[in-house]
């Protein structure tokens, strides 16, 4: 595997509040990398230096030919606007030059049948909109995917749906996904290595290396227990 990101001394501060410190690490192409912190560690705005939307001093370096889809945490869209999820995907399409056989393609990628997408996306579950909002990633064939916690507001059912679905992305279109999330169970599962972050210091590695009981006492400031997923493939 080759390097898709390489992160190098990376730090993001206002005034002299440090928000990310001296954050080295590096993404190898077709795995998949969690973001783990409490609240305020930076796992954000991590994510914002990485696309660009944020100054940071340091080097962020993708690899040649990256593609990169975003779906943010919160996105700034009234979902009581009188737009269909068609309508939604379609002005994508328009921004990135594409045609409506990419609305097809996408929309089959996340499992949204176009009775669903012809929606109101107001009527939409939280499960299905999100599902939009990863198609709406999809376009343009990105070869990395960055998702901040896609699994919020979804109920359980639907944020084991979402997990499994980006599994298989992954795998089956060697996509490299980097992903913030709170759920230590799905890290430990579908997590190839895990950034912890909290109070300026960092720890990287494989799952089962890193979250141990006293990095996550310290990471969280209290006992912290989760479930070890012992099946490497279970699609």
């Known amino acids: 595997m080759d390097t898709m990101l390489d992160v190098r001394h990376l730090s993001v501060h206002f005034g002299r509040r440090y928000v990310l410190r001296d954050l080295s690490f590096s993404v190898q192409?077709?795995?998949?990398l969690a973001i783990l912190?409490?609240?305020g560690a930076g796992k954000t705005m991590l994510f914002r230096s990485l696309?660009?939307?944020t100054p940071f001093d340091g080097t962020v370096?993708?690899?040649a030919g990256t593609r990169i889809g975003y779906v943010p945490q919160k996105l700034d869209l009234?979902?009581?606007i009188p737009i269909t999820g068609l309508d939604f995907l379609t002005a994508r399409i328009a921004l990135a030059r594409g045609t409506r056989a990419d609305v097809s393609r996408v929309l089959t990628l996340v499992g949204i049948t176009p009775d669903v997408a012809d929606q109101p996306i107001s009527v939409l579950s939280g499960g299905q909109f999100q599902r939009l909002l990863l198609a709406f990633a999809l376009v343009g064939d990105p070869n990395a995917l960055l998702l901040d916690e896609p699994t919020t507001g979804v109920d359980?059912?639907?944020q084991e749906h979402i997990n499994k679905l980006l599994s298989i992305l992954q795998h089956d279109h060697a996509l490299t996904v980097l992903f913030i999330s709170h759920e230590l169970?799905?890290?430990s599962r579908y997590a190839t290595n895990v950034l912890c972050l909290s109070r300026g210091i960092a720890c990287f590695g494989p799952p089962r290396t890193v979250l141990t009981p006293d990095l996550l006492r310290d990471m969280y400031s209290t006992d912290v227990h989760y479930h070890v997923h012992d099946h490497a493939d279970d699609r």
């Open 185 to 187: 169970t799905v890290v």
């Open 51 to 53: 696309v660009g939307a």
């Open 156 to 158: 359980e059912p639907g």
């Open 78 to 80: 009234d979902r009581d």
């Open 37 to 39: 912190g409490p609240n």
């Open 29 to 32: 192409r077709g795995t998949s």
């Open 61 to 63: 370096r993708w690899a």
